[in-house]
């Protein structure tokens, strides 16, 4: 007997874009977390510990942005659903390997559908934001590395990503 093969749950059975139907679904708590990185300049990332950018507070102003942008997600995403989130944070540590700053974004819900992207979207603006704040001294830098690091809740149940490969426990 051969599994269904998995199908994109954004497209109706004639292949149109569709918002998924969730009224159905358990409300359950679901968690996600996401990370992403800025590479940059030694002198850059100097600058942004140091407190000296001329825009202000790099680490503050992206953190407070990330938030900004978890919560605003439906409105970036075209099929994502408005979610009444209840706890999103954003952590920015420095790497001198990189040199750089990396980005973890947490989300946090209780309701019907995942919030993969809300993490998702607080990380990409949060990077997005210390580009923003620093290109005037390093037009170089590099975002990567984005991606979910895990989930937590619903039907799925819970996965992340450990060694580089994605652990499922559902």
């Excluded at 507070?57 to 953190?63: G, K, L, P, S």
């Excluded at 980005?103 to 209780?110: G, N, P, R």
Aim: proline share 4%; aromatic share 2%.
């Amino acid at each position: 007997m051969s599994a269904t093969p998995p199908r994109l749950t954004h497209l109706d059975d004639s292949g149109a874009a569709n918002m998924v139907d969730v009224s159905t679904k358990d409300i359950t708590t679901r968690e996600a977390t996401a990370e992403g990185h800025v590479a940059m300049k030694p002198e850059t990332l100097a600058m942004i510990l140091s407190g000296t950018a001329k825009k202000g507070d790099v680490i503050a102003t992206a953190r407070i942005a990330g938030i900004m942008a978890a919560k605003r997600t439906h409105e970036l995403i075209p099929l994502c659903h408005p979610l009444a989130l209840s706890k999103v944070a954003i952590d920015i540590t420095a790497d001198e390997t990189l040199p750089g700053l990396r980005v973890t974004a947490f989300a946090k819900l209780s309701g019907q559908t995942g919030v993969e992207m809300e993490a998702l979207t607080a990380c990409s603006i949060a990077c997005l934001t210390v580009y923003d704040m620093a290109k005037a001294v390093d037009r170089g830098m590099t975002i990567g590395g984005v991606r979910v690091l895990s989930k937590s809740g619903g039907k799925s149940g819970d996965w992340s990503v450990s060694g580089g490969t994605l652990e499922s426990d559902g």
